[in-house]
């Protein structure tokens, strides 16, 4: 478990149960056990669904522990029972602590440095205290999901208390825990349990406790304006979002966002929806509490969480799908300046239906609608039209973004954009600078996308030879030029196709280049390893490369490189450049999107995913992307070249000097 | 190739300044060469210790500039050369390592597994470095290069950097075919096929440094200096 790292207060919509170190371990931190070892914890609801149990091992440093996070909405009152909680992480059912119903936030800055309440509404998670051996296993795999201490939490919340009670004296409730926010029940009984724990390092625990106690008072204070005023946040906020939208938006775009990652968090209305979850904006980091903050007060739309989600991804927002429309209608159009330009709504439609697929479709849907966008617009009086119309995008690609996230290669199509929009000189009359952003558009998409691709068609089929086998996954636009230009140069060679579930990208692909007369041979994911025995080659697509050499790709194009690799098969990435990253990724959790639900169509004749959301044990995850490491991959064919994927960053470092990039 | 391409020598309309230009490109380009085996000897010499075996395959000047400096440095090593058939060019190493006064061993070519546990080194040679950072060089260089990998030895190459080249094989096929005869000293039934190519593609993974006279570089800085090279 990494303290460093953010606690995310993830609270399920029945009860989210957290685990928290044995006693052992406790024993060892006498320091921990001054500010809160034990954890609070809450009714353990029978009817919860099963808990996840997010591992938290208490701090071996023990952090200055913040307010209690404090749902926006109000929460339903909660219960406090004081009890005094051995330290020894034990099992105290009777502890309430926080409401049960937590809109929360994932806050993903959980650091010790920095849940400050007035930040944003953190969650307060319910924990259960539960010594367990699994949970402390799993707290590895999770942590950061889950609250890497309950006990800050507590701690937070039992000196709230503990500072109404005994101001002067905070190195005594070493061992209470609880994580109330409400201050105004009070508290029984410090009685430090774990007494002889908390007399050994009694000054260094004084002295902490004291700072802590001091940060706890003026946490307490802005916590009670809060809990007072939560009813009324959340009608503030909707009102406030309109006029926060485009302020926000524009302190977005300054924010340097290179992925543009603008996405809109959905508001809880906790009150009514107990089901529904608080979920911060996906951004690139999603362990940035401020972010997480800022996005909150942009939050535009309610979305519907859906109920059962995996642990590991968590992070990452999952809509109901299909319930997003009646709430972009409700909060986009009744405000002129947000309202989306019939050509970007139309476009964002077929985001959202899946009629448009493919970073490079996607990419150039979105800048011919932007093209749309600027011949019809008008620079309103009073403003400049570098601002305003910047404004204007931004609110464009807001709505985008709700209706399917933003792929990489549309970010740095939107930062392109929107520094082009910037250098505009101010002496320009406005139907110039229109022409001359339309024209840079239009350049953009030649240069970078058309171009691009004829060139890395024209290098990609010097490596293929007669005789060949090509192998290549789902369905990418690229690959699929490359394989009807070698065709058309009068290569023999033949094709396999493999494809996955639930997407079946492949079938289209597999349909078109029969329909040239490519012999093609198409298979599932599952037989990758007996058909690769077969394969020369294999031709990759790419969403994004990233600085490290990964390639960010379609769900399954890591296993089938992987696969490659292990039987020395050459792995061929083609990609432009433009959807060339400065990220770095390790792995596919911390950044990903997860497709709705309800596209995983069950095959005829087997029922068994029928009803699954009903079912309070099953979770299904449909994942989008995934992350090949570079060792995987044997060349990158760009438009500048055939190379290495340590070349990637050298390309960044080259063409950013270039203002096109 | 770049000193070559990049010359604004083609642009001149009076064919005899062209021709003179090109003649002095082509001079310079000896020169360049021979400047550029001195930077490397420099830089590769710092690399040969005291007590130091180093493994060569065939004959390249660029290694033989590295083996005389140090030798001039007063280092002691010595020196283990293979045959390099078909050329057989190992025997000139030979016979260049004598005159300068390192011991020197020749060994077979099968006799390169069998003796890299006695060397601390391979050096060689490259006929031109690809942008995946893998070298072509005499045949029998791949062979050399993995053993030494396995065992865990370095492999350093000295290359000038005008060897660079745009090109990215996937396999041995991958490039121009060069063959040269070889002679087997016996009468050979004409159904017999001989392979005859002249060179391997020795991939990125087996090589550990390469000396040239814009430094010492990984095999992942060969692409980053072309696309500055090139782009």
């Known amino acids: 478990m990494d303290s460093r790292r953010g606690s995310r207060f993830v609270i399920d919509p029945k009860i989210r149960q957290v685990g928290f170190v044995p006693a052992g371990c406790e024993s060892e931190n006498p320091n921990a056990s001054s500010a809160v070892a034990a954890i609070a914890n809450v009714d353990v609801n029978p009817t919860s669904d099963s808990p996840s149990p997010v591992m938290i091992p208490p701090r071996l440093a023990d952090p200055l522990p913040r307010a209690a996070p404090l749902p926006v909405p109000s929460p339903p009152p909660r219960k406090h029972t004081s009890v005094e909680i051995p330290l020894q992480g034990s099992y105290n059912p009777t502890d309430s602590v926080l409401g049960t119903s937590p809109p929360f936030s994932p806050a993903s800055n959980g650091r010790y440095a920095g849940v400050p309440s007035s930040e944003g509404p953190d969650l307060s998670p319910s924990f259960v205290s539960r010594a367990s051996s699994a949970m402390e296993g799993m707290s590895l795999r999770e942590d950061h999901l889950g609250s890497p201490s309950a006990s800050r939490f507590a701690t937070v919340g039992e000196y709230a208390?503990?500072?109404?009670?005994?101001?002067?004296?905070?190195?005594?409730?070493?061992?209470?825990?609880?994580?109330?926010?409400?201050?105004?029940?009070?508290?029984?009984?410090?009685?430090?349990?774990?007494?002889?724990?908390?007399?050994?390092?009694?000054?260094?625990?004084?002295?902490?406790?004291?700072?802590?106690?001091?940060?706890?008072?003026?946490?307490?204070?802005?916590?009670?304006?809060?809990?007072?005023?939560?009813?009324?946040?959340?009608?503030?906020?909707?009102?406030?979002?309109?006029n926060v939208v485009g302020k926000a938006s524009r302190a977005q775009s300054q924010k340097k966002d290179s992925a543009s990652e603008k996405r809109l968090s959905a508001v809880e209305k906790a009150s009514e929806k107990e089901k529904k979850k608080e979920i911060p904006a996906p951004r690139m980091q999603f362990d940035d509490q401020s972010r997480v903050a800022k996005a909150k007060k942009r939050a535009l739309i309610e979305q519907t969480e859906t109920k059962h989600r995996v642990e590991l991804f968590r992070h990452l927002p999952q809509f109901v799908y299909g319930a997003q429309l009646p709430s972009l209608e409700a909060k986009f159009f009744h405000d002129d300046a947000m309202h989306p330009h019939p050509a970007v709504y139309q476009v964002g439609l077929q985001y959202l239906t899946g009629d448009i697929t493919g970073g490079n479709a996607r990419c150039i849907a979105m800048l011919s609608a932007f093209k749309e966008l600027i011949k019809d617009y008008c620079t309103p009086r009073e403003r400049t039209l570098i601002r305003d119309l910047t404004a204007r995008v931004n609110n464009n690609v807001s709505f985008l973004t709700t209706c399917r996230p933003l792929c990489i290669s549309m970010g740095n199509a939107i930062r392109f954009l929107k520094t082009r929009i910037a250098k505009l000189q101010l002496t320009l009359s406005e139907s110039d600078a229109k022409s001359l952003i339309?024209?840079?558009?239009?350049?953009?998409?030649?240069?970078?996308?058309?171009?691009?691709?004829?060139?890395?068609?024209?290098?990609?089929?010097?490596?293929?030879?007669?005789?060949?086998?090509?192998?290549?996954?789902?369905?990418?636009?690229?690959?699929?030029?490359?394989?009807?230009?070698?065709?058309?140069?009068?290569?023999?060679?033949?094709?396999?196709?493999?494809?996955?579930?639930?997407?079946?990208?492949?079938?289209?692909?597999?349909?078109?280049?029969?329909?040239?007369?490519?012999?093609?041979?198409?298979?599932?994911?599952?037989?990758?390893?007996?058909?690769?025995?077969?394969?020369?080659?294999?031709?990759?697509?790419?969403?994004?490369?990233?600085?490290?050499?990964?390639?960010?790709?379609?769900?399954?194009?890591?296993?089938?490189?992987?696969?490659?690799?292990?039987?020395?098969?050459?792995?061929?990435?083609?990609?432009?450049?433009?959807?060339?990253?400065?990220?770095?990724?390790?792995?596919?959790?911390?950044?990903?999107?997860?497709?709705?639900?309800?596209?995983?169509?069950?095959?005829?004749?087997?029922?068994?995913?029928?009803?699954?959301?009903?079912?309070?044990?099953?979770?299904?995850?449909?994942?989008?992307?995934?992350?090949?490491?570079?060792?995987?991959?044997?060349?990158?064919?760009?438009?500048?070249?055939?190379?290495?994927?340590?070349?990637?960053?050298?390309?960044?470092?080259?063409?950013?000097?270039?203002?096109?990039? | 190739m770049c000193y070559v391409t990049r010359t604004s020598a083609l642009e001149y309309e009076d064919i005899e300044v062209g021709k003179a230009r090109l003649i002095e490109r082509g001079e310079q380009i000896g020169d360049i060469s021979l400047k550029a085996r001195k930077t490397i000897a420099m830089l590769g010499q710092d690399f040969i210790r005291d007590g130091s075996t180093i493994l060569t395959h065939g004959f390249s000047r660029v290694v033989l500039s590295i083996l005389k400096l140090a030798a001039a440095n007063k280092k002691h090593f010595s020196v283990v050369c293979t045959e390099g058939r078909p050329d057989s060019t190992g025997l000139q190493m030979a016979k260049e390592m004598v005159a300068i006064g390192v011991p020197i061993t020749l060994i077979i070519d099968s006799a390169v597994a069998y003796t890299m546990e006695s060397v601390d080194m391979l050096l060689v040679g490259a006929d031109g470095v690809v942008e995946s950072g893998g070298i072509i060089n005499m045949i029998g260089t791949y062979q050399a290069a993995m053993v030494a990998r396995s065992m865990n030895k370095p492999v350093y190459v000295a290359a000038e950097s005008y060897k660079f080249a745009r090109m990215y094989p996937l396999d041995q096929k991958a490039m121009f075919p060069s063959s040269r005869q070889v002679d087997f000293h016996y009468p050979l039934p004409s159904a017999v096929q001989v392979e005859f190519s002249s060179r391997d593609y020795t991939p990125p993974q087996y090589l550990t440094l390469l000396f040239t006279d814009l430094g010492v570089f990984t095999p992942s800085a060969v692409s980053d200096e072309l696309i500055q090279l090139y782009l």
Request: proline share 5%; net charge positive.
């Open chain 1, 438 to 661: 339309i024209a840079e558009i239009d350049r953009f998409m030649q240069e970078k996308i058309n171009y691009a691709d004829n060139e890395i068609t024209k290098l990609a089929v010097t490596k293929i030879k007669d005789g060949d086998v090509i192998l290549t996954y789902g369905s990418s636009c690229v690959v699929e030029t490359i394989i009807l230009h070698a065709f058309s140069l009068g290569k023999k060679f033949r094709v396999v196709i493999v494809d996955s579930r639930p997407k079946l990208e492949g079938k289209g692909l597999l349909r078109r280049l029969l329909g040239r007369g490519i012999s093609c041979t198409y298979s599932h994911i599952n037989a990758v390893t007996y058909i690769i025995q077969e394969v020369n080659k294999v031709f990759l697509g790419a969403s994004s490369i990233l600085s490290n050499g990964t390639v960010y790709s379609r769900v399954g194009s890591a296993s089938v490189a992987m696969v490659a690799n292990a039987f020395h098969v050459p792995v061929m990435i083609c990609c432009e450049t433009y959807k060339f990253h400065e990220r770095v990724q390790l792995d596919s959790i911390c950044f990903n999107e997860l497709d709705a639900l309800v596209k995983i169509p069950g095959r005829k004749g087997l029922s068994e995913l029928e009803g699954w959301s009903q079912s309070s044990h099953l979770k299904l995850l449909n994942l989008m992307y995934d992350v090949m490491p570079a060792d995987y991959v044997s060349m990158i064919i760009t438009e500048l070249g055939m190379v290495p994927p340590t070349s990637v960053p050298v390309i960044l470092r080259e063409y950013r000097k270039d203002p096109i990039l």
């Open chain 1, 161 to 242: 208390m503990f500072k109404q009670q005994q101001p002067q004296q905070p190195a005594t409730a070493v061992t209470k825990v609880y994580a109330s926010s409400l201050p105004q029940e009070p508290v029984q009984s410090f009685a430090p349990v774990g007494k002889e724990d908390s007399s050994k390092p009694l000054k260094e625990r004084t002295t902490k406790a004291e700072r802590r106690a001091k940060q706890e008072a003026d946490r307490e204070a802005k916590r009670i304006a809060k809990e007072s005023a939560g009813a009324k946040v959340v009608e503030g906020e909707a009102r406030a979002s309109s």
